[in-house]
């Protein structure tokens, strides 16, 4: 059985959706990559002065821009994937973590206990941030400065 530090989707609606956006870039570079590659082909091919050599160019270019697209789109559409799991694996581990904590202030939990993330983990300055609060705030709700103020 898997710990939930172990899966890759941790917060699943969240990694899908970035997921969604890193393949989205993926495809919209692809395909720009294709049409300027097709565009070139094509300027080269008027600029030919063989009628024959130029009909044999223009004929192929078709062709050579759906190959071209499939192929970057096989190398692209599984990096992509892998990079997007990779990386929202990175921010939605964290995120768990830190909601996880403040759900367990929420329900009555010393909020002083702090939020440990891994080392490498992204959000570090999140719970950082979150620790301090959570560590100047007294029994009463109240920050401690305002507190020895007289406030």
């Not at 759906?66 to 992509?80: A, H, K, M």
């Not at 768990?96 to 570090?124: F, M, T, W, Y």
């Not at 959570?134 to 920050?143: I, K, Q, T, V, Y």
């Amino acid at each position: 059985m898997k710990t939930e530090r172990k899966k890759k989707l941790n917060k699943p609606k969240l990694q899908l959706r970035m997921i969604g956006v890193f393949v989205a870039i993926s495809c919209f570079a692809a395909i720009g990559q294709a049409l300027l590659l097709a565009q070139s082909l094509m300027n080269l091919g008027l600029n030919i002065e063989d009628p024959t050599v130029r009909r044999t160019i223009q004929e192929a270019m078709p062709g050579m821009f759906v190959t071209n697209l499939i192929l970057t789109g096989l190398f692209l559409l599984p990096f992509s994937l892998l990079v997007g799991i990779h990386v929202t694996h990175r921010i939605a581990g964290p995120a768990q973590r830190i909601e996880k904590h403040l759900q367990s202030v929420a329900k009555g939990s010393d909020p002083k206990r702090p939020c440990v993330l891994r080392n490498n983990d992204e959000l570090q300055e999140l719970s950082t941030a979150m620790n301090e609060a959570f560590s100047r705030l007294s029994d009463d709700g109240r920050p401690k400065t305002a507190q020895a103020t007289g406030a």
